[in-house]
């Protein structure tokens, strides 16, 4: 189905309230929500606890657990390895926390030190056995996971020049990307030798990038496309060659497609591209917006002559559309949101500084 | 912040958010009133109502060592005393100027001029002399001393470890080498008291160097203190927040003046060029180094056998891991080890450890871990208990000091990777390899002035103390 030619309309499900601070951000446990294991998520905020919320049959959504008494200042990030059974909360008292669950249980095995001051995100690479994290010291951080909850350093890597506010590690291969206060977008990767991380790409403003704060990127289910959002108010999609990139014949540098300017008039602050190719996004003015491809253009470009993406953004100009705004999703602030990976629902979980957690169905209307 | 300084520094910098007058803990003690003793000679009353004459707050890196903030995030707060400038100036008031030469900076200039390592060392003698400098002497032979200094604080160390029961002694081991500037100064600012205990109270060579010419070497040549100007060239900038350490001054009586003057504050090391500044001089003096003449050296303070040699121990960043290993195999263990240690890689080529069996059982373990990613694992393993490392030779760059930010750079066309390893090799190229214990000088030093090494004298002299660096509340808003 053309999700272009379909009307949508996004339906609230449940206002989750329990936190008694603005709501930073939220994750989807991985390993829930098939083969019968209800659906879960963790939510963190600033008044530094993590809460993990499941679905409790019906429409009803339950904090199973209050995660406390760990982080001494807010917790900024949350994010499951790829199992389902870690969870890694970065917080800005510096630390970085990991919650095993025992039994029914969320205990705290390792405590990562090592940032000087505010850590802003963490991220845990697909294979589960890297973690990044990122912050105001400006630096950005790999660790390696080793048995019994250990975890190494393998490398500190210094090149933003200001806040870093979110690592993301690409969804099939060993690359990470962070961005910046500094406006960049950096793609880290082991050097040759694997001795150690380097810098192979910077997205800067002579890449058409982003004028103002990188706040968030999200990859396409593929992982050969990323977005990014700013507090330029624009999103920006960017692309790179997902055979060369897999081929392992070199780096394949990222690109820009387009720019979605004219729809955003606040900052930006979150983005999540889901499954299916619905690109969401959550913004200091309250409300949340979907965008998706806009297939027929693009297909007419690509069908014309065998071009590179370079060209398809010079020839073609925006190719994704606004399918959906929600105005007041919130009352205050979107700072996160995040699609489910459930097969059958188009679920997702919105966090805000109003302090509340809201889950949504994007529902089609006949 | 500068990019000069080692990794382990570049870290602590948080600046961001705040605007250049927040940033400074030092800007908001106000502005100083001009000294007022200069106005003695002028009229009691002033007619005009002249504005008040202050002027501007100077930082230097002796306020930011003592602040829990950033370390420095201008290059110009980068100390006037530790500038060329200040070097030259000194030359011409008058001073006796020393210079004292790391090796690593001598394997710098060996390796940007084709020379090897005692062509270089002869012909930096003469560039020096030929600006005045009194005499030109070699950091390999005060690091000879902080090593046999190390080697007994170990085994006084590993006995405590011994003798005492479960609950006794746990901060004797491992012990952690002292040299690296940038991690003493992230250990006392970051780390706070923990990982203190654990660190050799040895002071580096280029602090020794500095203590035996300003108490020893003036006394032979018959020089007051305060008559000598000494200056260090180092592969590093973090030395020169290591010489502006308050631990490193001392106070003399200046003489023939009896009463009522204050002592005068005397520096072990006065001025840390970087390998980089000294090319910088000759380029600004235009001089090609490879095209002068050989001196003779000073051998006073310098590893030169009589045959001509240069003479060292085994290792880039100076060789606490090796030296101390072997120190205590045989002495301990009765061990003789001869030729390189194997070291096996850990981690990366910049974590490795050493190890001696008897039989069939580990009896020492050590490890160079040098960069600041394996910094942060060792220390957590400190911080953990885990750590069953015996000794640590830790230094805040990745390569260690040969490839210090303060060396030449590489060339167009070299990688970094390139000359590091040009570095390595040159570094021992013909410099024979010595046990510290027999180094003559060494020895006359013990001799004439220390007594032996760990002597009361030796701990006055040659030892320090570390600070924990308490966090202030300024630096805490900062930290918002």
């Known amino acids: ?366 | 912040m500068s990019e000069k300084f080692s990794p382990a520094l570049r870290i602590g910098d948080l600046n961001d958010y705040i605007a250049p007058s927040q940033a400074c803990v030092v800007s908001l003690k106000g502005l100083k009133k001009n000294n007022t003793s200069t106005n003695l000679d002028k009229p009691e009353v002033v007619i005009s109502a002249k504005p008040l004459q202050t002027e501007p707050v100077k930082i230097s890196l002796k306020d930011c060592l003592a602040c829990s903030g950033c370390i420095t995030s201008a290059e110009t707060v980068m100390l006037e005393k530790q500038s060329l400038d200040e070097f030259l100036a000194n030359i011409n008031k008058g001073k006796a100027v020393f210079v004292s030469l790391s090796p690593q900076s001598r394997a710098s200039f060996a390796v940007h001029f084709g020379l090897s390592p005692l062509q270089a060392f002869l012909k930096l003698t003469t560039f020096f002399k030929s600006l005045g400098v009194k005499a030109v002497y070699d950091t390999s032979c005060s690091r000879d001393l902080v090593l046999a200094e190390c080697c007994y604080e170990f085994i006084s160390r590993y006995n405590a470890s011994q003798s005492a029961n479960d609950n006794g002694c746990k901060s004797s081991l491992p012990m952690i080498s002292a040299a690296c500037p940038g991690w003493i100064c992230y250990a006392e600012k970051t780390l706070g008291s923990f990982v203190l205990p654990y660190i050799s109270p040895v002071k580096s060579p280029q602090q020794t160097i500095g203590a035996t010419i300003k108490h020893y070497i003036s006394q032979k040549m018959h020089l007051k203190p305060e008559e000598i100007y000494h200056v260090t060239v180092m592969p590093c900038y973090d030395k020169k927040l290591e010489a502006a350490r308050d631990d490193f001054t001392f106070s003399v009586q200046p003489q023939g003046e009896p009463f009522g003057n204050a002592d005068v504050r005397i520096t072990e090391v006065d001025s840390v060029l970087t390998s980089g500044e000294v090319l910088e001089l000759m380029q600004l003096k235009s001089v090609d180094l490879s095209s002068l003449e050989d001196s003779p050296l000073d051998r006073l303070l310098t590893n030169i056998s009589d045959e001509g040699h240069l003479y060292g121990v085994y290792g880039g960043s100076g060789g606490y891991a090796d030296t101390v290993f072997r120190y205590a195999a045989k002495t301990l263990f009765g061990r003789e080890i001869k030729g390189p240690l194997d070291y096996t890689i850990v981690r990366n080529t910049d974590f490795q450890e050493v190890s001696l069996e008897v039989n069939g059982k580990v009896v020492l373990k050590f490890a160079l871990c040098y960069g600041f990613r394996n910094l942060q694992n060792i220390v957590r393993k400190i911080k953990s208990g885990k750590c069953d490392y015996n000794f640590l030779e830790v230094m805040a760059c990745p390569s260690g000091c040969l490839n210090g930010g303060g060396q030449i750079k590489p060339k167009p066309g070299q990688t970094a990777k390139d000359l590091i390893q040009s570095l390595e090799t040159a570094y021992l190229e013909n410099v024979l390899i010595a046990n510290p214990f027999d180094n003559p000088i060494m020895k006359q030093i013990y001799e004439e002035w220390l007594g032996r090494p760990g002597s009361e004298k030796a701990k006055k002299y040659l030892h320090t103390e570390y600070h924990p660096v308490v966090k202030s509340i300024t630096a805490e808003l900062h930290n918002w």
Request: with cysteine; hydrophobic share 35%; glycine share 8%.
């Open chain 1, 1 to 366: 189905m053309d999700l272009l030619e379909g009307r949508f309309e996004l339906k609230e499900i449940q206002t989750l309230e329990g936190h008694t601070d603005r709501v930073w951000s939220l994750a989807w446990n991985p390993a829930t929500g098939s083969a019968g294991i209800p659906p879960m998520f963790a939510s963190c905020s600033g008044d530094k606890t993590v809460r993990i919320w499941q679905h409790s049959g019906l429409q009803s959504w339950d904090c199973k657990a209050v995660l406390e008494e760990t982080h001494t200042r807010t917790v900024r990030s949350c994010v499951w390895s790829p199992s389902g059974k870690l969870l890694a909360t970065a917080s800005f008292d510096a630390t970085t926390a990991i919650w095993e669950q025992i039994g029914g249980d969320f205990e705290c095995v390792s405590t990562l030190e090592g940032h000087e001051n505010e850590v802003k995100s963490v991220s845990w690479s697909a294979s589960g056995s890297l973690l990044a994290t990122c912050g105001r010291d400006k630096s950005v951080w790999v660790w390696e996971v080793q048995p019994g909850n250990e975890f190494d350093c393998v490398s500190v890597l210094q090149g933003h020049t200001q806040d870093v506010k979110m690592v993301q590690w690409h969804p099939s291969i060993d690359m990470l990307f962070s961005c910046s206060y500094d406006n960049t977008i950096k793609v880290w990767a082991e050097d040759g030798d694997g001795d150690d991380w380097q810098c192979v790409q910077t997205l800067g403003e002579s890449n058409n990038g982003h004028t103002s704060t990188v706040w968030a990127l999200s990859f396409s289910p593929s992982g050969d496309k990323m977005v990014t959002c700013s507090d330029d108010l624009t999103l920006k999609i960017w692309g790179t060659d997902a055979q060369r990139m897999h081929s392992g014949d070199g780096y394949a540098p990222w690109t820009h497609i387009c720019t979605l300017s004219g729809y955003h008039d606040r900052t930006i602050f979150s983005v999540h591209w889901s499954r299916e190719g619905i690109i969401a996004s959550g913004a200091a003015d309250d409300a949340i917006r979907f965008f998706v491809e806009d297939k027929e253009s693009s297909i007419a470009v690509m069908d014309a002559v065998m071009v590179t993406i370079v060209m398809v953004s010079e020839v073609d100009g925006p190719s994704y559309k606004l399918l959906l705004k929600k105005e007041k999703a919130h009352d205050m602030d979107v700072n996160s949101v995040q699609w489910s990976s459930l097969e059958n629902k188009r679920l997702l979980a919105s966090a805000s500084d109003d302090g509340t957690i809201k889950i949504w169905e994007l529902v089609s209307v006949p």
